[in-house]
């Protein structure tokens, strides 16, 4: 069966947004992949501004509080390379110094509304009672603020040079980590006829134990 190319970046996008296992089942070293929950689609990082020009194209956190900032492109934008990476890292540096967790827990519930789904329903659900709603959000806040985060690039090609840049920041971040993911479809773009190919990215089990975090409340 062949490779069926996505029409446009948002494509793309909307897929991995509905479906961030496609992100993350191909990481694994042996080691269970993180749970994400989508808190929203182009998270401006202009705290008074949402929308803004400057944005997130998929902004996720996971069961520990550990944000992940999802910068997407096809392969044919020439972007992909060095812009896209300023990009990111920009958008980062701006995230760790304007998100509060009050304004994640917004963007999450308008996220939700957006969906027709009950904000506290899903995180209940996501957290399992590990964890109190806002104690959740505070400690996502904290990670922000301490530079545990995820950069991930995703594309349904990921060129040379970028995975050379990846490895590089891999190597050189200390609380951060940053990786590159391949999402190719074949047929529909539906989960069962996609696949991701996680192509520069720390071994799973590092990744993991950089993003240091307390113990979770349970009961």
């Not at 896209?84 to 540096?93: E, G, K, S």
């Not at 009050?102 to 399992?128: I, Q, S, Y």
């Not at 773009?189 to 993991?208: K, N």
Request: with cysteine; aromatic share 6%; charged share 30%.
């Amino acid at each position: 069966m062949s490779e069926q190319p996505f029409e446009a970046e948002a494509d793309l996008e909307a897929l991995l947004a509905e479906h961030p296992e496609l992100i993350t089942n191909d990481l694994g070293d042996g080691a269970e992949p993180p749970r994400w929950l989508l808190v929203s689609r182009q998270a401006g990082v202009d705290p008074e501004n949402w929308s803004s020009r400057q944005a997130v194209d998929i902004l996720f956190v996971d069961e520990e509080a550990v944000p992940t900032l999802v910068e997407v492109k096809r392969g044919s934008n020439t972007e992909l390379r060095r812009r896209a990476v300023a990009q990111i890292l920009d958008y980062a540096a701006n995230a760790v110094l304007h998100w509060s967790a009050d304004a994640l827990r917004a963007k999450f519930a308008a996220t939700c509304r957006d969906r027709n789904r009950d904000p506290d329903k899903v995180l209940g659900e996501f957290l399992a009672g590990a964890e109190e709603a806002g104690a959740f959000w505070r400690r996502a806040h904290t990670n922000l603020q301490a530079g545990r985060i995820r950069l991930v690039f995703a594309a349904d090609e990921v060129p040379a040079e970028l995975r050379r840049i990846v490895r590089f920041l891999s190597r050189q971040m200390q609380a951060a980590s940053v990786f590159a993911v391949e999402v190719k479809c074949f047929g529909a773009e539906t989960p069962s006829g996609c696949v991701g190919l996680g192509t520069a990215q720390p071994p799973w089990g590092r990744e993991r134990s950089r993003a240091a975090r307390p113990a979770r409340r349970r009961g």
